[in-house]
Each structure stands twice: as C-alpha cells, then as structure tokens.
C-alpha cells in the first residue's frame, strides 16, 4: 500500500523484494492538491493484495503536538503582517444569514465612497450574487465560493488578495459565510470580527452561540427600525453579549433607513485611524533605524579599526 | 460543523508525518480537544471517519482526549472550573471568567507502523 496516501491497496501484488520497476500515479488529496509519487516495486498481478513481508509491521508512536488550526493560524498571521504593513484596516463581518451583512456593507461603501479607498472580499458557499451587489456600487469585490466549506480561511482570504491587492492605506472588508458558528474558528489575519446581529433573529443568540459573540469586538444591532414589530429586548441582548464577551461594543442601527450608520461610520474611522498611526510609527522607528546604521557606518570611517586594542 | 474541516486538517498533518518519517499505516490517532473548544467529539469522529476513507490513515481509531474547562475569575480571582463561555463564576457569582484551559485543539500522537 502507498505510505502516503493508501492507494493500491486493492489489486496490487508486491512479493516483499525491491524492483526499479515500479509505477508512477497521482491523486487528489483532500486539500485539492494533486500528489504524483512513484512506488519502486515489482508488480507481478492484479489478484493479490499488497503485502509487505520483508518489512514486518511494528508498532511505533511518532508525537506530532501541534495545534490542528496551525496551518489556518500561520496563513492568518501572514495576512495580518500585510494588513498592518500596508496600513488596511481588514474587518470580518460574521452572523447568521439573513442578517443584513450586505445590505449594510452596500450602505456603508456608498457613504465612504470618495472618501476612503474599500475593498470587500465576498464569501458565500454558492453564486456571486453578493459580489455582484458589492460591484454595482463601483467597488471591487471578488467572490469566493467555499463550495462545501462553512466558514472562510485564512488560505482563501490570502488567495482573494492575490487575485486583488487592495491598495494601501484602505479598508478592507471580509464578508463571511452566514454562520454563526463555525467561521469564530478560524483567524482570518483581521484586525477585528464584526458580528452583526439582526432584532428578527431573537435577542438570545450570545447565549445560543457564544464563541461567536466572544471572538467579535462590535456587535451591531441591525434592522432596528422593526424593533416596534418584534419581541427583541436590546437591553437584554446587550447584558446577554456581555456575559460571554464583557469588553464587547455595540452599535444600534438600520442599513435600510439609515439610523445610527453615522455611529458605525466614526467607528471604522477611528479604527481606520489607528491602523494608520501605527504604519506611521513603524516607518518611522524603521527610519530612525536606517539612520543609527548609517551613524554607526559612518563612526567607522572615521575611526580607523586598526587602532591598537587594550587585551 | 466546521469539524470536516478540522478532520482535513489532521489528515494533512498525517499525510505530512507519514513523508517525513515513512511509515505506511496508522494504527492510532490521539487528538487533545478542550471542552471549551466548539468541537463536538462525536461530530469529529464522524467528519474522521469519512475523510480518512482509502488514506493512510484508513481504519485507524480515533482517540480523544478531552480537556476540561478551567477558568480564572478577574472578580474574585479564583481558578474555577468552566463548562462554557455563558456560567457565572462558581465562587463569587459574577461574569467575567476568563478561560486558562480547555480551548486545546491539537494532533498529540500518532501510533504507525
């Protein structure tokens, strides 16, 4: 049988010896990824199974110890180190579908537009419907198609940044897959989770789903102009949230008419700010870097290094 | 439901052992999975079953090692044990308890031959 992969373990025959003759083949992996590797082995019918006779199986353990999200974890901090060299402000909306994610991201784009430069990464597991909405405000968008997936990965996310760069100095945002529960697994590289939380979902969705509403740092109360229409406390919902996340902001507003928009505006802007200054500094230390070095090439010149050295 | 995911994961870190240290079977998996990690171990071993199925790692058992929750306290500073994100603090009864174990997601060891 093929140590990697498991393959020819049916209708293959090895006789314990080792041949040249061997075959080659290929298959997909379950990462998509199409392995190709050579057995070198004597194939001598089709009728018996693959033995290995000469190589008696002995039990060994190997220790691996490493986290199972390591890999998304290392694309994600990959992506991060981007995002903060480039100065983008990246934010992963998150909730259940339905939410009003988009209608409040097109809302949002159509005020900063003109005024700061958006990118949107668009996820969904089928149709770029959403991508399209994003485009006709005259935004970039590029849809990814998790297909099976639940959630968005880090991998995806840099993928998408491959096909678009956003520019720098911009805002960046991560429209997840509507779900509130898988996509709290898996660090994207943002600087921050949104979630977004309807008033016709119920205001007991922190406590029903609280990984969620403990990895988000804002919590946006959406369609709140049908608050007279439903039962939905929002204080309770607030306590609610602060139970699971105490530090968590919240912002109260309708995509569709408009109220409180103005509140979530000045908190991009704030955050946006702080990307900012902190690209600013790091050129800056990066600067005075470069110019201690140079002090220090240029003490060299003039003090000889052939001086005599006390020992 | 993201464990399918997870399951490709670990299979990926197989697949990644079985290249570096050449065996050919895994007889045993052992993963560390903390209570407070969303990952429900019945799920995992179901999304395991079927993404192991004609790999290397095809019929080995699965061996869960769950984590309990603990937590400390930033009221009354007690280490408590913790069920989930939502409870009050066992001791004290404020919110605000802060995980310090049980978020573990992690591939230990695997038994090859």
């Not at chain 2, 978020?103 to 695997?110: A, G, I, P, S």
Request: glycine share 8%; hydrophobic share 40%; proline share 4%.
């Amino acid at each position: 049988m093929c140590m990697t992969c498991g393959c020819g373990s049916e209708g293959v025959h090895l006789d314990g010896h080792k041949d040249d003759v061997g075959h080659e083949h290929e298959h997909v992996g379950t990462d998509g990824v199409v392995y190709r590797h050579a057995h070198r082995h004597h194939h001598h019918g089709s009728d018996v199974s693959h033995r290995h006779d000469a190589e008696p199986a002995v039990p060994r353990e190997i220790r691996i110890e490493r986290d199972i999200l390591a890999k998304n974890d290392s694309f994600a901090s990959d992506n991060r180190q981007r995002f903060e060299q480039e100065g983008v402000l990246a934010l992963n909306l998150v909730s259940s579908p339905g939410s009003g994610k988009t209608s409040l991201l097109v809302r949002t784009l159509l005020a900063l537009q003109g005024k700061t430069p958006v990118a949107v990464i668009e996820g969904d597991q089928q149709t770029s419907l959403d991508a399209e909405r994003i485009r006709a405000t005259g935004i970039a968008a590029v849809q990814v198609n998790t297909g099976k997936g639940c959630h968005l990965d880090a991998q995806m996310v840099q993928r998408a940044l491959a096909e678009q760069a956003p520019t720098p100095e911009s805002l960046l945002f991560i429209e997840n897959v509507g779900n509130l529960v898988c996509p709290a697994a898996f660090d994207l590289g943002e600087a921050a989770k949104v979630v977004v939380l309807s008033v016709t979902e119920g205001d007991d969705k922190p406590l029903k789903y609280p990984d969620m509403f403990r990895a988000a740092r804002l919590m946006l109360i959406n369609k709140c102009d049908l608050l007279p229409h439903v039962q939905f406390d929002v204080q309770r919902v607030i306590e609610n949230a602060r139970r699971v996340n105490p530090g968590i902001e919240v912002i109260q507003l309708s995509a569709v008419t408009g109220a409180g928009v103005a509140e979530w505006l000045d908190w991009l802007e704030r955050e946006f700010g702080a990307v900012k200054a902190r690209r600013a500094d790091s050129v800056a230390v990066l600067k005075r870097r470069v110019a201690e070095l140079e002090a220090q090439l240029q003490a060299q010149h003039t003090f000889p290094a052939n001086e005599p050295h006390d020992l | 439901m993201h464990e399918l995911a997870l399951a490709e994961s670990v299979l990926q870190m197989v697949d990644e052992a079985a290249r570096a240290n050449g065996f050919r079977r895994v007889r045993k998996i052992v993963l560390e999975i903390g209570q407070l990690a969303a990952v429900d171990p019945a799920a995992m071993r179901f999304c395991f079953d079927a993404v192991v199925r004609e790999t290397v790692a095809d019929g080995a058992v699965l061996e869960i090692e769950e984590i309990p929750g603990r937590g400390w306290c930033v009221h009354c500073a007690a280490v408590v044990p913790m069920d989930d994100f939502v409870a009050a603090c066992p001791q004290c009864g404020s919110f605000g308890v802060q995980s310090r174990s049980g978020r573990e997601l992690r591939l230990k060891t695997l038994e090859v031959e």
